[in-house]
Every structure is written in C-alpha cells, then in structure tokens.
C-alpha cells in the first residue's frame, strides 16, 4: 500500500528560487493536508483541501499557494523561498476531518 | 496563540513511572485524536475519542476526552523506553473542515 507519497525527500533551494513539492494519495480521502514543522515543534497547518475544487488558507498561509489537482494530487508552491521557509513538510489525508490522517514521509527543505 | 495547547513540551522521567500529557483548548472540538511521532517519520495515530467524557486504553496508555469536549490527557503507566517520542494531539472544532495539531510533548523514558 502506497497510502501517502511526497516527493521530493530532500531539497535545498537558495533564496528567491521557487519549487513545488507534490502530494498524492491512494486511499480515496475527501480532505488532504500541508504542515510544516519547525525543530522540536509540533505541526503548523498551511493549507487544507476538505474536498476536490477546494482550497482554504490554514494557521500560516504566507509565501505558500496550493493545487488540489484532483482527488488524489494535492501540491504545495514555494514562488519565492526564504530562509524562514526551512522547515519539515509533511503532507496528509484523511477521509474526515474527523477520522484519521495518513502522513507522507515529510520534506526535509532547506532554504540558504 | 495555537488552538491546542499541549503541555508539559518535554518530560524527561525513568522506566517504570507514570506520566501525563495534556492537551487543552478553549474551543469545542467534535473530535480528538492522538498520534505519536519518531524521528524522521511522519505521526502515527493512536487513538480518536469522539465522546464527551470518553475514556480510552490501549495498553498501558489511557486517554481521556473532557466532558466539554475542550481537552484530552493521554496517561502513560510504567512507562518504557520505547515509549520515548513526540506525542501529538490533534482535532477539529465542530464547525470548521481542518485538522489542527497541538505543540507536542516530548517524551523521553531513560532505562
């Protein structure tokens, strides 16, 4: 089972560069998510899609946008990165918000 | 101000004791969920209470959802070393579409 892929695992960007980090699912899930976490920290929510066509900002939107592509691509833009921007992302969905979420093996960015 | 306030944020303790992490929220939540987290992997769900004053074992672990449906206590009993790890809690408020997680607990059991 293939449940929640992210790629790419590793990138380092320098200042100024975009990129988009990709997300898919295989289990059919209405909601997906974008996190970030900070060293030590818990998860940050950046934007959400509670179905396909949706998208809406979450606790710290800024310097990101986001695609729900379809039902199972749901992709994460950086158009100018930043050094604030380092970070662990990690993408999820869930079938509800209130059932339980499945987690891709995170993006470890880095912005110099 | 995060939605869900975690706390202790570390608690260092030794094989064999008991602990308790706290999760606390001012809001209502129709649900809330545990996961817990190693290093480089994503979180990993534990256990979701749904009911008011419902509690919850899975193992040595106990958790708890408050009456109000505000906040949630994961208890850990004897704890172990592989207990050690990032505890999370997480849930949605009844009238949103999101899923916000806590601060997180980091728990480290010494043999």
């Known amino acids: 089972n293939a449940g929640v892929t992210q790629t790419p695992k590793f990138q380092v960007l320098k200042t100024g560069q975009s990129m988009t980090l990709q997300c898919a699912q295989d289990m059919n899930h209405n909601s997906m998510y974008w996190y970030r976490q900070d060293p030590g920290m818990g998860l940050r929510l950046i934007y959400y899609?509670?179905?396909?066509?949706?998208?809406d900002k979450g606790e710290v939107p800024n310097g990101y946008n986001v695609s729900r592509l379809n039902k199972r691509e749901f992709s994460l833009r950086l158009e100018s990165a930043a050094p604030s921007q380092t970070s662990v992302y990690f993408c999820a969905s869930s079938q509800t918000k209130n059932t339980e979420a499945f987690f891709g093996q995170g993006t470890r960015l880095t912005v110099v | 101000t995060q939605l869900l306030e975690q706390s202790p944020q570390f608690l260092s303790i030794q094989e064999g004791e008991n602990l308790t992490v706290y999760c606390n929220s001012s809001s209502v939540f129709s649900s809330l969920q545990w996961y817990r987290q190693e290093p480089g992997e994503g979180p990993v769900l534990l256990v979701t209470?749904?009911?008011?004053?419902e509690v919850k074992k899975l193992k040595r672990l106990t958790f708890q959802f408050g009456d109000a449906r505000k906040d949630s206590s994961l208890h850990i009993t004897a704890a172990q070393p592989g207990d050690t790890g990032l505890y999370l809690c997480a849930g949605a408020v009844a009238a949103g579409n999101k899923l916000t997680f806590g601060g997180g607990t980091r728990v480290l059991v010494k043999p």
């Open positions: 899609s509670a179905s396909e066509g949706t998208t």
């Open positions: 209470v749904v009911t008011g004053g």
